[in-house]
């Protein structure tokens, strides 16, 4: 039985690759080069390339679906709050902050291991 307060398990995703960056950009259709050029990253003032915020948005959703079946989650939302640099290894929480009309409310993050919390975000998941 899912209760307000219940953690969901943590999914931890291999470090960021730049090969993961080009086969996403292949997969998304996102080739924002920002994502794929040390050129374009260092003249745009950044010390190197960093991940899509939709792939990290994907790994949250890994993290749901490791939970419950897809068919169950009603509402997913995040906000971008940090660039993911490449090499970094995100980590993605949720916790039940809510039961309501057999919905259960969960807030998800994507954290580095340094602490830095990339995304933040909600959850609408269906109890049955």
């Known amino acids: 039985m899912i209760q307000v307060g219940d953690e969901l398990p943590a999914f931890t995703a291999e470090p960021i690759s730049r090969t993961t960056l080009a086969l996403f950009a292949g997969a998304s259709g996102d080739h924002n080069p920002i994502h794929l050029d040390l050129d374009v990253a260092?003249?745009?003032?950044l010390d190197d390339v960093f991940a899509h915020g939709m792939l990290s948005m994907a790994y949250l959703g890994r993290l749901l679906t490791d939970w419950v079946p897809q068919e169950r989650i009603r509402a997913y939302r995040v906000?971008?709050?940090a660039i993911t640099p490449v090499h970094t290894r995100p980590t993605c929480t949720g916790r039940v902050t809510a039961l309501t009309g057999g919905v259960a409310t969960v807030e998800v993050a994507v954290t580095l291991d340094d602490g830095t919390t990339t995304l933040t975000g909600e959850a609408?998941?269906?109890?049955?």
């Open 124 to 128: 609408a998941i269906a109890l049955a």
């Open 79 to 81: 906000r971008f709050a």
């Open 42 to 45: 260092r003249g745009a003032g």
